[in-house]
């Protein structure tokens, strides 16, 4: 009889019971507002930031996709819940081995357009990608290749081949600046299976590429840029392979650069941070120069993490997310975002 009567009250709840909803969870924002804060906790890897204005976009490895593909995600430049992903898809079919990259993330000033480089690869080679374009396409559709596709293919005035790009930026609305060089594929060789490649990119200098007509040149004064950025005055920072530590400027339609300074080591990556130029200049170290300084001033960057790479300025304020890695490879640790602000 206590068996019956359990059943029929199972059952009865059974009857009673809400059908099972699943809901998306409500967006969150950042955990906390000090600074500086970690804005990415992705188990895989998460390079390239750039911001245009309170969104974040940046280069996704998700764990979640098969082959190693690497997404576009925006993000909220404060932290919290990612307000868009786009990958570039599944394998078409079992026998697709090939790998598409997407980095060198550019939000266009309206936000509406995204530009990015799309290299595609296969999981079986280890010697680089056998398809390399600039790609601009709807930041809600970044996989759209209907638009502008540039492949990258082309000759310095020096007669250098060249077949990668870096640094990707809007010059203006319809015109992107780049980084314009080759691409290097190094090994280091061991034992079994520990036979390590990867790739290292050499700059020719700095870049123009118009998006509506496909043309592109070296910007005039360019030549050897390894480093730049956006200038107060219309003009650019710049950093040239044969002196990595000073800063030079070109002003607005000028094609010779005049000294600004000298940062205390060679610079890795050059931003303008609140109107003032501000570099990755060691593993846990950016340096930035105000108005008037002789000495660099020095901020410590990632700190009891890997080294940082890159800096994307937060315009408007004198923040900037930073590219940190998790730890210390020869190759690279996979990376994470963290929100920093000069003093």
């Given amino acids: 009889m206590r068996f019956l009567i359990l059943c029929c009250g199972l059952l009865a709840a059974c009857e009673h019971a809400a059908t099972f909803v699943v809901a998306a969870p409500d967006s969150l924002g950042p955990r906390t507002l000090a600074v500086p804060r970690r804005l990415t906790f992705n188990t895989g890897d998460d390079r390239t930031p750039a911001v245009t204005g309170t969104v974040l976009a940046y280069s996704r490895l998700d764990a979640d996709e098969q082959g190693n593909e690497r997404c576009l995600a925006l993000l ?154 956006a200038a107060p005055d219309g003009g650019l920072w710049i950093v040239r392979n044969q002196d990595s530590t000073r800063l030079l400027h070109l002003a607005p339609g000028a094609d010779s650069a005049t000294d600004v300074g000298v940062f205390g080591g060679p610079v890795r990556w050059l931003a303008n941070v609140g109107g003032v130029p501000a570099a990755v200049v060691s593993d846990v170290r950016v340096e930035w120069l105000e108005p008037g300084d002789s000495v660099p001033r020095q901020l410590p960057v990632g700190v009891g993490e890997g080294p940082v790479r890159r800096i994307a300025p937060v315009a408007g304020t004198r923040r900037f997310v930073a590219e940190i890695e998790r730890g210390t490879d020869l190759f690279g640790d996979p990376a994470n975002l963290w929100l920093y602000e000069l003093p």
């Avoid at 309206?110 to 595609?120: H, K, M, N, S, T």
């Avoid at 980084?179 to 990867?198: A, C, S, W």
């Fill in 76 to 229: 909220p430049v404060d932290g919290g819940t990612i307000l868009r992903e786009t990958c570039p898809g599944p394998p078409r079919s079992p026998a697709d081995t090939f790998v598409d990259t997407w980095t060198e993330t550019a939000l266009s000033a309206d936000g509406r357009q995204v530009a990015y480089l799309w290299q595609q690869g296969s999981m079986i080679s280890v010697l680089g990608f056998w398809s390399t374009s600039v790609v601009v396409a709807p930041a809600d559709r970044a996989g759209d290749r209907s638009g502008f596709v540039w492949p990258i293919r082309f000759l310095t005035p020096g007669g250098r081949v060249g077949d990668a790009v870096s640094a990707i930026s809007w010059a203006d609305a319809h015109t992107l600046r780049l980084l314009m060089g080759y691409e290097f594929i190094f090994k280091v060789k061991g034992g079994g299976l520990q036979r390590y490649t990867d790739t290292t990119f050499q700059s020719y200098g700095l870049g123009q590429l118009d998006v509506t007509t496909g043309t592109f040149a070296f910007v005039p004064g360019g030549d050897s840029v390894y480093a730049y950025a």
